[in-house]
């Protein structure tokens, strides 16, 4: 819909944004930001995100403009960061600050400072009609719980842990390869 819809032409690899308008359950948050990556594409089987934000046992987060997000009720939000056990190390503060309301529990968003542009809206908060996606990557695949059946079509990449490419990355090729729906 997003790329479709502002007409950019095969091969133009112009930046496309979309304005995404979301809210939590209970609605004593909303926010807009504008997204050059809208696409509900990658599914993140991580323990963090199961729990969190995960009601197939994933979560879907979308790539914004940190800059341009606006938060009304913001007194409502609170922040997660997740303690994080790895193999015989100490435990830490991930350093993703997982937002959501405290009154009704959505999730809404993942910012991170170590990239302070960026922001990571749950596509399940978005109010705004997203693009479908042509394809799902399944990633954190090594933390998936072991009742989840991994969904999607037979040429979906797959991850054990993080993907070898970005959000932004993977728009760029789609943006390039798919023809207008
Ligand atoms: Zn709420
Ligand atoms: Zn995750």
Redesign the pocket.
């Known amino acids: 819909m997003a790329f479709e819809a502002s007409g950019v032409p095969n091969g133009d690899l112009k930046e496309v944004s979309m304005k995404l308008e979301g809210s939590c359950h209970c609605g004593r948050v909303t926010f807009s930001v504008e997204s050059t990556e809208p696409v509900p594409f990658i599914r993140?089987y991580?323990s963090?995100?199961r729990k969190t934000a995960g009601t197939g046992g994933y979560?879907i987060n979308l790539g914004a403009d940190h800059r341009t997000l606006k938060v009304k009720g913001r007194r409502h939000l609170r922040v997660y960061q997740a303690v994080i056990h790895e193999g015989g190390e100490e435990a830490r503060h991930s350093t993703g600050q997982r937002h959501f309301c405290g009154v009704c529990g959505t999730a809404l968003w993942l910012y991170d400072p170590s990239w302070p542009d960026l922001v990571h809206p749950h596509a399940g908060a978005i109010d705004t009609p997203l693009p479908k996606p042509r394809e799902s990557v399944h990633i954190?695949l090594g933390s998936k719980a072991e009742w989840v059946r991994v969904e999607g079509r037979k040429g979906d990449p797959r991850f054990e842990g993080y993907p070898d490419f970005s959000l932004k990355e993977w728009h760029q090729r789609h943006r390039r390869k798919d023809p207008a729906d």
Request: charged content about 0%.
């Open positions: 993140c991580c963090i995100c979560a954190l």
